[in-house]
């Protein structure tokens, strides 16, 4: 009989399955915590304001009555999408950055695994 399906080979599997499902129940929780954390992201010094979730999703979009009574439909529609973008970006790196923290070697600064 081969040696690879020893006591210890198969051990040695279960624990790496084991470590694999938590590393997947830790990374759930991150995902289901991402989505309440919000960020903020704002354009046309400040005149259209968005609040975007981990989740990608857009939770709030607030415009400045005075943007609203110019009258200017290509302007308010350009600041509308730079303010989306803006918040799309920055909750991207909100979610790597959460991401990154799953990382085990995420405090070592290894040359080609983030930390370079």
Known sequence: MSDEFDDKGIGGLAGLFKQAQELQGRFKRMQEEAGEKTVEAS???????????????????????VLIAANDQAMLQDLIVAAINDGLRRAQELVTSEIGKLNPFANLKIPGMGGD
């Open 43 to 65: 354009a046309g010094g400040g005149m259209v304001r968005v609040v975007v979730d981990g989740l990608m999703r857009v939770r709030k979009l607030e415009i400045d009555p």
